[in-house]
């Protein structure tokens, strides 16, 4: 995942989707997450389905899953807190009724955003949301 601090650093790539470049404007390499010095607070995470228990359907390729697993060791190790796993979906998307299936390599979502608000699902989405707390700064993370 790449630091980026502006819309303007994203080019459509494959599939024309919006992806960072590895240099910046100015030709400086982007900052990796795994090497910064402060830690992530918020991560939006796609995908095809979510359920009210914070299971995710991806596209199988597990990549969101192995990223998030590296980071929560490497903010562990540094005595960071953890960020918050945000979901966007679209109404449609999110399950109300039964569950997504999951494996245990699968990481939950704390909470989804759909065009009918935020919805907290886990107890650190619901402690954060209640203290205005969400982790919303100026570190905007994307995979590369």
Same mark, same amino acid.
């Not at 390599?105 to 989405?125: E, H, K, L, N």
């Given at each position: 995942?790449?630091?980026?601090?502006?819309?303007?650093?994203?080019?459509?790539?494959?599939?024309?989707?919006?992806?960072?470049?590895?240099?910046?404007?100015?030709?400086?390499?982007?900052?990796?997450?795994?090497?910064?010095?402060?830690?992530?607070?918020?991560?939006?995470?796609?995908?095809?389905?979510?359920?009210?228990?914070?299971?995710?359907?991806?596209?199988?390729?597990?990549?969101?899953?192995?990223?998030?697993?590296?980071?929560?060791?490497?903010?562990?190790?540094?005595?960071?807190?953890?960020?918050?796993?945000?979901?966007?979906?679209?109404?449609?998307?999110?399950?109300?009724?039964?569950?997504?299936?999951?494996?245990?390599?699968?990481?939950?979502?704390?909470?989804?955003?759909?065009?009918?608000?935020?919805?907290?699902?886990?107890?650190?989405?619901?402690?954060?949301? &209640?203290? &205005?707390?969400?982790?919303?700064?100026?570190?905007?993370?994307?995979?590369?």
């Amino acid at each position: 995942m790449l630091r980026i601090s502006s819309v303007d650093d994203l080019v459509s790539k494959s599939m024309k989707i919006l992806e960072p470049c590895l240099v910046d404007s100015d030709g400086n390499h982007r900052e990796d997450v795994m090497h910064a010095s402060e830690p992530v607070e918020l991560v939006v995470l796609p995908g095809l389905a979510f359920d009210k228990s914070g299971g995710r359907l991806g596209r199988g390729g597990s990549y969101y899953d192995v990223f998030l697993k590296k980071y929560h060791n490497h903010a562990k190790e540094r005595k960071w807190r953890q960020p918050l796993l945000v979901a966007l979906s679209y109404s449609v998307q999110f399950i109300k009724e039964g569950n997504i299936p999951v494996t245990p390599y699968d990481i939950s979502v704390d909470a989804v955003v759909s065009p009918t608000g935020f919805t907290p699902i886990s107890p650190t989405a619901v402690e954060r949301s &209640n203290n &205005n707390n969400i982790g919303l700064n100026s570190n905007t993370w994307r995979l590369p």
